[in-house]
């Protein structure tokens, strides 16, 4: 599979050290430079094969086979330059996504951390480290598509960007084998191509005519509401003219044409293009007054950014706006705007499951679309008509015809399920009125927060066959939960039992259900904060009680450790119940290490005998 998309933005991919070059490098550097990565790869296992090779020639040899989309042999050479000091942040990057397109999410999540390490201010970082186990949520939502190779439309060689104007579908192909090849992955240059659509299905494919197409790269189109003017993408070509940057790479531009006669004639550059960065991947919106697109232009967030700019009546643009909520330190590429003004999108740094992703972004939060519309592979060109709930993406998946190839999407009708959430007393069974509840995924997203009314219950809409964790409150309770189950055969009811909050005030302690800690660890667990706000509204309500907190550990690790390690966890236990609004004086903390367990592991002990051991007490020192 190769990744076709990246010849629009060449600049992209990571250099390594400069420093690093020598006489043996330069033949293989030469074509790296160039961006013929298929030569590149030859020159640099050329070296290895002759004991030349150093961590210099391995990054150049990893990112080549990264740019061409064979991820196993990426991150075969990714390894062995992740002990190299001077590794570049963005090839422990590329190695994360090369292992995740692989399979090895474990490996993956732990190439994310060393990355994060790098840079913590990365919003691809960021993101990770919030949810670092979203990949399991990712692969068993349920689906919200289905997804089917289009069939002969697609060729040997890379076909994407299917797009329709009317009864034609159009879409960029490197099938034309009279162009000379690319030096990037040894395909033919890419043209634009037509087909006639017919109740979803797709005819003959042909040059577009007219003068859109040249020797050189063509690639995604947008049109205007009348299909009279069409937007598309091309290398810096116009006029006979191939200009290139100051470090001799030609980038790509944004041109229009118009149709008379049938034909696509008066080609126009855009008046933002540039010889020393690209601007490509145009998207215009229902009402034409809106274009985006895709650039690495000065002053972006990442190595492609989503831009927008005005397109005026009298034929005229604004300046363009970089579309700062989507964009990361990553690629953002590949904008769609559906009629209802839904920004579809593809992006390697937002978190995904490996190369790039369709997203959507809606009412300020941006979402993956899931499989099966993505893949281990490059998913991108998402383009969707809402009216008649199809479009289509490319991808590089495995189980294509040839590099790139295109796919039928066609929408599932929704599926909705009405959840009824009781909230009662737990002695007494009569409903709490006013109690909050908040509904969760199975990542523990918050979805949503309401209040019961006057008998005691709340709705939240969920999807078909979803899990569901709720939590209830309600000021002099226990907090409650439950889990929920959504199915077809919904209406589905649930009812949460609020025990009142003198039941956990003992004589000389509160009675919390057990706080865990994973092994060696100290952090406060979804769970453990759940309970920790049980202990705040005891504290809130006795406002002279004083708390001592006592945390333990298990019987492994050393005394000294486990002693500091316990005062770790009273510490964090503190902090938390601090940071809830309970002034420092009236709690406090104290590490006991292994030496009050409840369970005697001198015989030895389960993980789960263990694991009681590792907890924390709550002592009320004052009343």
């Not at 590329?94 to 090895?104: E, H, P, R």
């Not at 289009?150 to 060729?155: H, K, Y």
């Not at 495995?398 to 190839?405: I, N, P, Q, V, Y």
């Not at 919390?512 to 406060?524: G, M, Q, S, T």
């Amino acid at each position: 599979m190769k990744k076709i998309y990246l010849f629009i933005f060449a600049l992209t991919v990571s250099t390594a050290t400069l420093t690093a070059q020598n006489k043996d490098t330069k033949a293989a550097d030469k074509h790296y430079d160039r961006l013929e990565y298929t030569e590149a790869i030859e020159d640099y296992e050329r070296l290895i094969a002759r004991g030349k090779a150093d961590s210099y020639v391995y990054e150049r040899l990893a990112n080549s086979y990264y740019n061409i989309n064979d991820t196993e042999k990426a991150a075969t050479y990714y390894k062995r330059i992740m002990t190299d000091s001077n590794v570049d942040a963005e090839s422990v990057y590329n190695y994360a996504q090369s292992l995740k397109a692989n399979g090895d999410f474990s490996g993956s999540n732990d190439i994310m951390k060393k990355f994060a390490g790098m840079k913590p201010r990365d919003k691809r970082a960021q993101e990770f480290m919030k949810n670092p186990d979203y990949i399991p949520g990712l692969l068993n939502n349920t689906p919200q598509f289905t997804v089917e190779n289009a069939g002969d439309i697609n060729s040997e060689f890379s076909e994407f960007g299917g797009t329709m104007s009317g009864n034609t579908m159009y879409f960029s192909s490197a099938r034309n084998t009279k162009r000379r090849d690319y030096g990037w992955n040894d395909q033919p240059f890419l043209d634009v191509y037509a087909a006639n659509w017919t109740d979803g299905t797709i005819g003959s494919a042909e040059l577009i005519p007219g003068d859109v197409n040249t020797k050189f790269h063509e690639g995604t189109v947008a049109f205007s509401a009348d299909g009279k003017r069409i937007y598309f993408d091309r290398n810096n070509y116009f006029k006979g003219k191939y200009q290139k940057d100051e470090d001799g790479v030609n980038q790509l531009n944004l041109y229009t044409a118009e149709l008379v006669n049938g034909k696509w004639v008066d080609v126009k550059p855009l008046p933002f293009n540039s010889s020393e960065y690209s601007t490509g991947h145009p998207c215009l919106s229902k009402d034409g007054k809106t274009l985006y697109f895709v650039s690495d232009m000065p002053g972006g967030k990442g190595m492609a950014d989503i831009y927008m700019v005005s397109v005026n009546a009298d034929g005229t643009y604004g300046s363009p706006q970089n579309v700062e909520a989507v964009n990361t330190e990553g690629k953002e590429v590949f904008p769609h705007i559906a009629d209802s003004g839904t920004l579809f999108f593809s992006s390697d740094g937002h978190p995904g499951l490996g190369g790039l992703d369709v997203f959507k972004a809606e009412g300020g939060k941006i979402t993956n679309m899931g499989v099966p519309v993505n893949s281990g592979g490059d998913d991108f060109a998402f383009m969707y008509d809402e009216a008649s709930m199809s479009g289509f993406v490319s991808s590089d998946r495995e189980g294509g015809k040839g590099s790139d190839d295109i796919y039928q999407v066609a929408g599932i009708p929704p599926c909705d399920v009405n959840m009824m959430i009781t909230v009662v007393d737990g002695d007494t069974g009569a409903p709490l009125a006013d109690a909050k509840v908040d509904i969760f995924d199975a990542s523990r997203n918050r979805l949503g927060s309401k209040m019961t009314d006057g008998n005691g219950m709340v709705e939240f809409m969920g999807e078909c066959d979803m899990n569901y964790s709720l939590t209830a409150e309600k000021a002099e309770y226990e907090s409650g939960t439950a889990m929920a189950s959504s199915s077809e055969n919904g209406p589905y009811e649930v009812r949460i039992a609020l025990n009142p909050i003198e039941e956990i005030i003992q004589e000389d302690r509160v009675v919390l259900e057990p706080i865990f800690f994973d092994f060696d660890k100290a952090n406060i667990k979804p769970q453990a904060a759940f309970e920790l706000d049980k202990l705040v509204q005891v504290m809130k309500k006795y406002p002279e009680m004083v708390i001592r907190v006592e945390s333990h550990t298990d019987s492994r690790g050393g005394n000294r450790y486990n002693m500091q390690l316990s005062e770790r966890r009273a510490q964090s236990s503190v902090q938390y119940v601090i940071s809830q609004g309970i002034d420092a004086s009236r709690i406090s903390g104290i590490g006991k290490g292994k030496t009050e367990p409840l369970v005697d592991c001198s015989g030895g002990c389960t993980d789960e005998q263990h694991q009681q051991n590792r907890r924390s007490d709550f002592i009320i020192v004052k009343k």
